[in-house]
Nanobody, 118 residues
Framework: QVQLVESGGGSVQPGGSLILSCTAS?????????MGWYRRIPGKQRELVAD???????VYAVPVKGRFTISRDNDNNTISLQMSDLMPDDTAIYYC???????????WGQGTQVTVSS
């Protein structure tokens, strides 16, 4: 069973930056996984923030485009989400997601809280 552990969440003032990381363990063929970041804003359903394919193609949700950058390090089974110009509307629990392009198995991390507040 693939395990995903997120880190890097916390509290920041509007306009600030944070970097989230997600490390996968007990995983075979990490390079063959679509990896993504999702978030659950209070009162709303979980939504896609950013995704990166095995070939490095990235997709971003409209609200974060130009402010967030997703990247992957296949040597260390890790993805990151660099978040800048954070706004109060970015306050959410951020989840790491992994989906195998070989088996289509899907896994979630436990989530990490990001709070943007003055």
């Amino acid at each position: 069973q693939v395990q995903l552990v997120e880190s890097g969440g916390g509290s920041v003032q509007p306009g600030g930056s944070l970097i989230l990381s997600c490390t996968a363990s007990k995983v075979n063929n990490f390079p063959m996984y679509n990896m993504g970041w999702y978030r659950r804003i209070p009162g709303k359903q979980r939504e896609l923030v950013a995704d990166i394919t095995p070939s490095g193609i990235t997709v971003y949700a409209v609200p974060v485009k130009g402010r967030f950058t997703i990247s992957r390090d296949n040597d260390n089974n890790t993805i990151s989400l660099q978040m800048s110009d954070l706004m109060p509307d970015d306050t959410a629990i951020y989840y790491c997601n992994a989906e195998s392009t070989l088996t289509w198995s899907n896994y979630w991390g436990q989530g990490t809280q990001v709070t943007v507040s003055s």
